[in-house]
T-cell receptor
Framework: DAGVIQSPRHEVTEMGQEVTLRCKPI?????LFWYRQTMMRGLELLIY????????DSGMPEDRFSAKMPNASFSTLKIQPSEPRDSAVYFC????????????FGAGSRLTVL | DAKTTQPTSMDCAEGRAANLPCNHS???????VYWYRQIHSQGPQYIIH???NNETNEMASLIITEDRKSSTLILPHATLRDTAVYYC???????????FGTGTRLTVIP
């Protein structure tokens, strides 16, 4: 398996633009997580899904952030409109329900909002 | 959730064992101890986890004290590639939102 695949790896955009980050989890994994990492706040869980259903989105900072998982092999995290404080590395991770806390992380998407 | 306490940073000589401590004095009976690490510019990587027995895999060993209030992650022969931030996390297997904290920055010195 190629692991968790995220795209784009790097994104530079201007304030106010829409940003879409993509994630392909490991085939067969039924949990999917979106984390954000900044120097100030460390790794924060934004949202996670189980069998494509959002379970806990309490970490989503505000309404500008939305996440979807239309099928078992694809998820998106969208920021609209983006702001400079959204600059961070966004990680997607997946896991199997029988070992739900054993996460496999992707390489991350580094977002810079100017 | 039980809170963990880790040293901010540690150094280890290349080829020697790296022993990374973690205190979790408020751990409850159904909470596991998980260890992850994050090498610079990469996503976190799962290392090992355990409940009360010592565990070993190809990456590391996990020693949990009998009262489960602390644990130690052991990298038996540290290499330069083991330089990373190591996170100790305590979590119930029924809960799925891992809190990573600040971890221990391990530097392996040639």
């Amino acid at each position: 398996d190629a692991g968790v695949i995220q795209s784009p790896r790097h994104e530079v955009t201007e304030m106010g633009q829409e940003v879409t980050l993509r994630c392909k989890p490991i085939s067969g994994h039924d949990y999917l997580f979106w984390y954000r990492q900044t120097m100030m706040r460390g790794l924060e869980l934004l949202i996670y899904f189980n069998n494509n259903v959002p379970i806990d989105d309490s970490g989503m900072p505000e309404d500008r952030f939305s996440a979807k998982m239309p099928n078992a092999s694809f998820s998106t995290l969208k920021i609209q409109p983006s702001e400079p404080r959204d600059s961070a590395v966004y990680f997607c991770a997946s896991s199997l329900s029988v070992r739900a806390n054993v996460l496999t992380f992707g390489a991350g998407s580094r977002l810079t909002v100017l | 959730d039980a809170k963990t306490t880790q040293p901010t940073s540690m150094d280890c000589a290349e080829g020697r064992a790296a022993n990374l401590p973690c205190n979790h004095s408020t751990i409850s009976g159904n909470e596991y101890v998980y260890w992850y690490r994050q090498i610079h510019s990469q996503g976190p990587q799962y290392i090992i986890h355990g409940l009360k027995n010592n565990e070993t895999n190809e990456m590391a060993s996990l020693i949990i004290t009998e009262d489960r209030k602390s644990s130690t992650l052991i990298l038996p022969h540290a290499t330069l590639r083991d330089t990373a931030v190591y996170y100790c996390i305590v979590r119930d297997t029924g809960a799925n939102n891992l809190f990573f904290g600040t971890g221990t920055r391990l530097t392996v010195i040639p």
